[in-house]
Structure formats: C-alpha cells, structure tokens
C-alpha cells in the first residue's frame, strides 16, 4: 500500500544523471513518487519529458504521471548541455519511450494541486535541474508551497569550484533568478546538494561502473545513457569516471544516512551582471550575521552512498 509511504513530487530536467537518478528513485520502496514534472536545463522540457518517460519504462515499476513544465528560464536565454548529455540528453544512443505518453495539465499547477490538497509536511520535493518550475510555483501561490516538506535541490557549488565557470554550477547558472526566488523564499527546509558532493571518492570508479553496467537491464541503461560523460571524464581524468550530480541529490534526499556534511547557512544567488553570475554566495563564517536560509549538502560517505545506488539499480 502506497498511503504508509513518504510522498515525494520530482522536478526534473531529464538527460543522462538525471535518469539514473529517476530510476534509482522507483525502485527506493519506502518512497511514493505522486508525479514529475518537467523544465528546460540540460535538453529543452519536451526533450527532458521524453527521457522521463523512457526512464519510467527501464525502471519496471510503478509510473507516476509526467507533466511538462516551464519551456523557458525566467529571462535569460537557455544554454544546453549537449557537450555533456548528447543532443537528446540520453548519449545519442536512440532512447525513446515505447509507450508512455506524457499527462495532460502544467507542471506547476499540478504541483500547487497536489501540496493544496496535502497535510503540511506531507510531500517531499526533489528538484534536479534548474529552479523555473519552483519559483514559479512560489510566485503564484506560496501558500502552498509552504506545505512541502523538505526541498532537496541538485544546486550550486556546494563549499567547492563551480562546474560551468569558476564559481557556478549548471543547474543554478541556468536559471539564476528562479534560483534567488527559491533560496530568499523563507520556505522552511530547503536543501541543496553542491556538485561537491558526488565528487572525490563518490565519483563512481571503472570498476565501480563495470559492477552497474552488468548488474541488469537497469544498470546496463545507467550507464549507456551516460557515454557522453564518460567520454568528457575519461579526457578530464585519464579513465572512466563518472560524478552522479543528481544521484547524489536523490540518495541525500531518500537515504540521509548517505550524507556526511550538511550544514545551513545563510545563501545568496549572483545575478550580477558579471564573472561570478550564477554562482551561490555561501556564508561558511557568519560574516555577514544574517539568519541562514538554507542547507548545503557538501559531503556524503561514499560507501553508504554507492551502496545505495547498487540497491536501487538492481546491481546483483
């Protein structure tokens, strides 16, 4: 029975870390996925709808309904990550849903729908690509949007480097303005999960992929629809390594044991016009003395972390 299970809405902008990541989230049993909806970041939303819905199919669970969000950032123009994902999000390797179809209604309003409808706290959102859809929802209703529980976000550079320019990680440069909106919003318990995280000892090892890639149908569609960045990772480090940005962002939010470090603080997003747009200003001292606003998860074990992966990849 679903009614015993923590609910959770999944925002995603759907290429190849975030399908791994969707599809580790089905197969978690403790956990009930109400809906995703989908935004533009890596590959445009009706591109990131279709990985959504291919993944839904080789995750061979249950199939939450799919709807499409926000097409466009809040004012700047979309700037893809093709060089990392392919030209479809999925490693250009022909993926494509053999049935599903997406469901009719907007994203953000469904979204509003279903906290409207919840007990405070009820439901639990992970967001996995740029924050449009969230400060869209906050924008047109935050009385709802009070009512999530936590909101756990694959966002910034964590306490480290960012990975799109010095200072700023993909997902918050993408759509900086959403990405104020969300972390000056006052919503009790966000959550954001830096690049940082999935890198060092977390990045997943030539063995470690090898171990997902012949562990079953599951692992095997893991890590075929990330050859593009194996490709850019194996030219960046000499061999096959993979850094799960958004695993990490799921088994922080589904398994917290995972996590190591996770500390609040006070965070202010840069939109600037200048070098460091889009990066998210931590203040790891206090200096400023101002209330901290949300958490940065920086660290998980990497043991308890790729553990978790390889239970809900199915990796025998």
């Known amino acids: 029975m679903m009614e015993n299970k923590k609910k959770i809405i999944i925002d995603t902008d759907c290429g190849s870390d975030d399908a791994m990541a969707i599809a580790m989230a089905l197969n978690d049993p403790a956990f009930d996925i109400l809906m995703f909806t989908t935004v533009s970041g890596n590959v445009p939303m009706e591109q990131a709808t279709t990985n959504t819905l291919t993944t839904i199919e080789y995750a061979g669970t249950y199939e939450p309904p799919v709807y499409k969000g926000s097409d466009k950032m809040l004012l700047r123009e979309l700037s893809f990550a093709y060089e990392t994902h392919g030209s479809d999000g999925m490693g250009d390797i022909g993926l494509v849903p053999e049935r599903l179809k997406p469901s009719e209604g907007n994203g953000v309003l469904k979204m509003l729908e ?42 910034t550079a964590g306490l480290g480097d960012g990975n799109v320019t010095p200072v700023a990680e993909f997902n918050i440069w993408q759509d900086p303005e959403s ?19 999935c890198l060092g000892d977390c990045m997943l090892n030539p063995k470690e992929i090898e171990k997902i890639r012949k562990g079953g149908r599951l692992g095997r569609f893991a890590i075929e629809c990330n050859k593009n960045l194996l490709e850019m990772n194996h030219d960046r480090f000499g061999d096959d390594y993979l850094d799960m940005a958004d695993p990490s962002a799921v088994a922080a939010a589904m398994n917290p044991e995972c996590i190591e470090k996770c500390e609040k603080y006070y965070c202010e997003v840069d939109i600037s016009n200048g070098p460091s747009y889009g990066a998210v200003l931590v203040d790891k001292n206090n200096v400023l003395g101002k209330e901290p606003n949300a958490y940065i998860c920086s660290k998980l074990y990497a043991d308890k972390y790729k553990e978790y992966i390889f239970k809900t990849l199915q990796v025998k």
């Not at 279903?114 to 869209?136: F, H, K, M, V």
């Not at 990405?179 to 995280?197: M, N, R």
């Open 179 to 197: 990405a104020k909106i969300v972390t000056e919003s006052g919503l009790k318990e966000i959550i954001y999960v830096g690049w940082d995280a």
């Open 114 to 155: 279903a906290l409207r409808e919840s007990e405070d706290g009820e439901i639990d959102i992970i967001a996995l690509g740029p924050l449009t859809n969230l400060a869209l929802a906050i924008r047109l209703d935050y009385e709802a949007m009070q009512k999530a529980g936590r909101i756990v976000i694959m966002g």
